[in-house]
């Protein structure tokens, strides 16, 4: 087997919303969008984010097309956690969880989207 992409594809009232939060604050681009669809990329993240409005009659399976924000995180490693923390504070970001440093060396702190996907950045230390 040859993966050749990645993506975490996830279920939210308002895609658009949610795909905005990425491009403004994470300097994600838009790839593909559509009525209830929005596909988004950097080149760095090796990892897509596609959003899907709640409700889509393509979803499946239909047993799991509830919202994605229950207990659902996604997070990405940057260089500079305090530089990103100051940047994202300045620019109004939802931070939900102030920065943390975890025993194991996990430094981190967690933001919200529109739609209640926590979003967190990670530095290793």
């Known amino acids: ?8 594809s996830l279920n939210v009232p308002d895609p658009a919303a949610s795909a905005k939060f990425l491009i403004d604050h994470l300097g ?16 760095d993240a090796g990892l897509n984010v596609i959003y899907l409005r ?8 239909k047993s799991k097309a509830g919202s994605a924000g229950e207990g659902l995180l996604v997070a990405f490693v940057v260089d500079d956690i305090d530089a990103e923390y100051a940047r994202l504070q300045d620019e109004g970001v939802p931070i939900v969880t102030p920065i943390e440093t975890e025993e194991w060396g996990e430094r981190y702190f967690q933001m919200s989207d529109p739609n209640g996907i926590i979003i967190q950045l990670v530095q290793w230390v």
């Open 28 to 43: 994600f681009e838009e790839k593909m969008s559509a009525e209830g669809f929005v596909s988004l990329a950097r080149d």
């Open 54 to 61: 709640t409700g889509l009659a393509s979803f499946k399976p």
């Open 1 to 8: 087997m040859n993966i050749t992409a990645s993506a975490v």
